[in-house]
């Protein structure tokens, strides 16, 4: 090996091992009073924070555990079946039981289903019929008769020209005292002051809107109140109040006039006899 490139390599190796030996010096070399204070205030602060971590477990740990025996040694009270259906019961109290409701069809509406009905429909059979909501008929009756009451007999007059209802709205008329036309309502009644049969109420109940059109325009022409029975396939955008109902079927009919009659004359404290559900609701009308 020629002598220049062995001192060449020889002065690098120096040159290295210097190097390293400033690293260790510089490692070596103890670090300042203020950098050391630092460095331990940290490490204090960590073992703290460990400190404090592990103590609130354990205080965690021990009030779940006296949670957990308080609760043991407390006597459970137990609520049986019954007893939450008596206390559902009384909270949610309807007019007749569901069974009447469902006995004389006073649900079942049609296969047309309108828009404005639809709010009132609980969902659609297999055969399309639409059925309403008991639950909202109920209540719907209820808030109707508050509505009624408000109003003497002769301020009230019953417009079903549809003949499975007849014999319902004429007890109706007899146990309230509230006037009713069935077959026929006369033309103009409420609007026309020179007729003979001139009269004007205050509320007009009407059993279909459709079919019962001439009262309930004339209603709409006096601006009187108008409570509507009105099917899933009735429009009802001229009611003030609607009752959601199977306005085709006598018994249906029935219930509605009976249930009205009832709450009727307990809010205006009349004296009459209301007749049984039964004589409203006669199957053999149907």
Known sequence: MPRTKKLEEEKTTEEAGAVEEKKE??????????????AEESEAES???????????????????????????????????EEIKEEFEKKRETLVPLEDYVKTGIHLGTRVITPDMRKFVYRRRADSIGVLNTTLIDDQIKKAIEIVAKYSPKEIILVCKREAGWKAAHLFSETTGIKVFTKKYPAGMMTNIKLETFYEPELVIVCDPWIDRNALEDAIKTNKKRIVLSDTNNFTKDAN????????????????????????????????TLPEMDKFTDESQD
């Open 241 to 272: 109040f609607v009752i959601p109902c199977n306005n085709k079927g006598a018994k249906s009919l029935g219930l509605v006039f009976y249930l009205i009659a009832k709450g009727y004359i307990e809010k205006r404290k009349l004296e009459a």
């Open 47 to 81: 073992v703290g924070l460990k400190e404090k971590t592990s103590d609130r477990s354990v205080l965690l740990r021990e009030k779940i555990k006296e949670r957990a025996k308080k609760i043991a040694a407390e006597k459970v009270e137990t609520i049986g079946t």
């Open 25 to 38: 010096i510089k490692e070596k070399k103890p670090k300042s009073k203020k950098a050391k204070e630092k």
